[in-house]
């Protein structure tokens, strides 16, 4: 089986170890400066430093080699000399994963559950970080309670928030599978996370966003005054009104459920008009707010659509 398809260990429902700790093998092909997870992810072929930057140091005379971009154009003309600007490599940034295991994220109508793949780039990014000697952290967020992972920049600690993982991941499938649990709101998830995060953090915040609403962007605005955040939408193509079914089924949210008829093009139609509706509601937020956002599919594996994106 090609490492671009689920490993055979993987059923795309429940979660296990093995299928997270594949990626650290399949992480150093995202590592810049080679091609760059995010930059990959948005469509770029340019690389960017995952969890870091550059801080503005001095300015100093031009000296040949000097990146023209560098140029320091005020100092320049105040000079009438050539002038470049250096900077500092920032110190290494915590990286904080928000992790989605709430009802909505237990669904998936093809290879696998919208969870499975939330956890998938989780581990990518777990192992990225860990290989640039990031301290990584995770909150897990199972509806009513939410798991917090402190930043830690070991091995050990990896290990750990992969297998927290996979735990909450099975125990919040049951729940889903049992009964319906009440689910937090952005509002109260982001307060608890910005009180595990600290000032200057990478915040990954991987979710359906079924729960997300235009007033929560105060809640998103705060956790983005002192901290740096990118979106991954998981999505998957029932959602979207893609589907080859064509007969009657029931459906639910776990609020509300109805009867569909899948063969009726106006009810796909629907479907559709629904999710790209409330996606453009999000993605308003991350324009506002300069927040880059990523979106992912669930009928494809995680590598496969990373290759396809270059």
């Not at 199972?142 to 750990?160: A, D, F, W, Y």
């Not at 125990?171 to 995060?197: G, P, R």
């Not at 705060?222 to 979106?231: M, V």
């Not at 139609?269 to 991350?286: A, E, P």
Request: aromatic share 8%; glycine share 6%.
């Amino acid at each position: 089986m090609s490492p671009l398809d689920l490993p055979e260990y993987s059923n795309g429902v429940k979660l296990s170890l093995n299928e997270l700790l594949i990626y650290k093998q399949q992480c150093s092909a995202w590592l810049p400066p080679a091609k760059g997870l995010w930059s990959v992810m948005s469509g770029q072929h340019q690389s960017r430093r995952l969890g870091r930057g550059m801080d503005f140091s001095e300015v100093r005379q031009y000296q040949n080699g000097d990146d023209i971009r560098a140029i320091d154009w005020r100092v320049t003309a105040r000079t009438g000399k050539p002038h470049t600007k250096l900077f500092t490599e920032e110190q290494q940034k915590p990286v904080i994963l928000y992790v989605d295991f709430c009802d909505s994220m237990h669904f998936g109508s093809t290879l696998m559950l919208k969870s499975i793949q939330a956890a998938h780039i989780a581990s990518l990014i777990a192992w990225l970080s860990f290989s640039q000697k990031d301290r990584v952290g995770a909150m897990i967020n199972l509806g009513r309670e939410q798991i917090q992972i402190r930043p830690r920049g070991n091995l050990k600690s990896i290990l750990t928030l992969l297998q927290n993982l996979v735990d909450q991941q099975i125990k919040s499938f049951h729940a889903a599978e049992q009964q319906h649990t009440s689910a937090t709101d952005w509002a109260n998830s982001i307060s608890t996370l910005n009180q595990l995060v600290q000032k200057g953090s990478e915040v990954i915040i991987i979710s359906d966003f079924t729960r997300f609403r235009p007033e929560n962007e105060i809640s998103f605005s705060r956790l983005k005054q002192h901290n740096s955040i990118r979106i991954v939408h998981i999505s998957d193509p029932l959602e979207e009104g893609n589907t080859s079914f064509r007969g009657i089924e029931t459906v639910t949210d776990y609020f509300n459920t109805r009867w569909l008829n899948f063969s009726a093009a106006s009810t796909r139609n629907g479907i559709k008009k629904s999710f790209d509706s409330h996606k453009d509601t999000l993605l308003l937020l991350c324009r506002k707010l300069g927040i880059p956002y990523t979106c992912l599919t669930t009928d494809t594996s995680l590598l496969k659509q990373l290759i396809g994106k270059l």
